[in-house]
């Protein structure tokens, strides 16, 4: 049987217009759990945690989740649970020091040369594991709308030479205002590396089209782009496809993950993401151990275990396919190499 909500889709997966695409995703726990035919659960309330951080997940991305399956480990990203709204000790809303860190309204400075812009407080998609799901972006204004005063503190700062831009999801943006930042930033003499973290490649690869391309080729300075993987089922042909074009414009493309409970927690899964990314010229960068963020305890893995899955890796991959494992501490000069 063809539904409705199927035959609306296939209309649009024909098209590219990546706008549309968002425009269609899924905001509601009602219509994912129709859309995806999960079963009916006893006591199941996806709404009160939805209260707190709403879903969102793009059609496309949906399309690679298991129909009927409440353990895919796809859905266990987007779909809002009960655990969520339980406080456990430890877990707080701003575990990282961000909110430290602001140089002026929408850059963060934390490490020796690198600059972090919030170029926007949306994505496309709610990760439910996210670190600013407690965000204020309302209190540190994402960068959006005055890029002149972001472009003055990074080019009054010569010991800067690498710009990432971050949110929320930077290549949300238009084209029209993310190239004009760009080509701002590649302007500035101590800067030599505009960084680019995205999970768009992943959730809305149509984003990356040809009209991103185009000028996203023709910057004059180096690209790296960091997207954000942790499964091996989130990386379809299409998705595949983007990442050799963005790898293709010259860009440097890395993934990042984070080490999930019951998503990605198993050196099977690690090992099968590490190539399924080589397979299409991406490298794996870091592995994060979960920022402890309030509504969050049911996705931590214990340090102790992720070493030994690390090991376990090692064991079967080739250095250059093994992640890095890091936490974030707040207050240190880097990230921290957890061994
Ligand atoms: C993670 C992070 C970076 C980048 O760190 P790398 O180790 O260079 O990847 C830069 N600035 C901030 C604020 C960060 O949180
Ligand atoms: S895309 Fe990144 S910033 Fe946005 S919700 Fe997911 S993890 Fe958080």
Avoid at 101 to 116: E, F, N, P
Avoid at 133 to 159: F, G
Avoid at 249 to 255: D, R, S
Wanted: aromatic residues 8%.
């Amino acid at each position: 049987m063809i539904t409705g909500i199927e035959m609306k889709h296939k209309s649009l997966s024909q098209q590219n217009n990546w706008q549309q695409l968002l425009a269609q995703a899924i905001r509601d726990p009602k219509a994912l759990i129709e859309y995806l035919e999960l079963p009916k659960k006893p006591f199941y309330d996806a709404y009160q945690a939805n209260k707190n951080h709403q879903l969102l997940a793009p059609l496309g991305y949906l399309d690679k989740i298991k129909k009927g399956c409440w353990d895919d480990p796809l859905l266990k990203q987007i779909l809002p649970v009960e655990d969520e709204v339980v406080d456990v000790k430890g877990y707080v809303s701003d575990p990282v020091g961000d909110l430290n860190a602001s140089l002026t309204s929408g850059v963060l400075q934390k490490y020796h040369g690198r600059a972090l812009i919030i170029t926007t407080g949306t994505c496309a998609v709610h990760c439910r594991y996210c670190f600013r799901k407690e965000y204020p972006y309302s209190e540190i204004k994402p960068a959006i709308n005055d890029w002149k005063q972001v472009i003055e503190t990074i080019n009054n700062d010569p010991s800067l030479h690498e710009v990432i831009l971050s949110g929320g999801d930077p290549f949300i943006l238009s084209d029209q205002r993310l190239a004009s930042l760009c080509q701002q930033l590649a302007a500035i003499p101590h800067i030599n590396t505009i960084r680019f973290h995205s999970r768009i490649p992943v959730v809305l690869p149509q984003r990356i089209d040809t009209n991103f391309l185009d000028w996203f080729s023709a910057l004059p300075i180096k690209k790296v782009v960091v997207i954000h993987a942790n499964h091996a089922n989130e990386i379809d042909t299409l998705v595949g496809d983007k990442l050799c074009l963005l790898s293709d414009t010259g860009a440097t493309v890395l993934n990042q993950s984070v080490l999930l409970k019951g998503v990605n927690d198993n050196v099977e899964t690690l090992e099968n993401l590490s190539q399924k990314l080589f397979h299409y010229q991406t490298l794996p960068y870091y592995l994060h151990l979960l920022d402890k963020v309030k509504g969050t305890a049911h996705f931590d893995i214990q340090q102790q275990q992720a070493v030994i899955l690390m090991e376990q890796l090692r064991n079967r991959l080739p250095g250059y396919l093994v992640p890095k494992l890091v936490r974030e501490i707040s207050g240190k000069r880097s990230k921290s190499p957890i061994v």
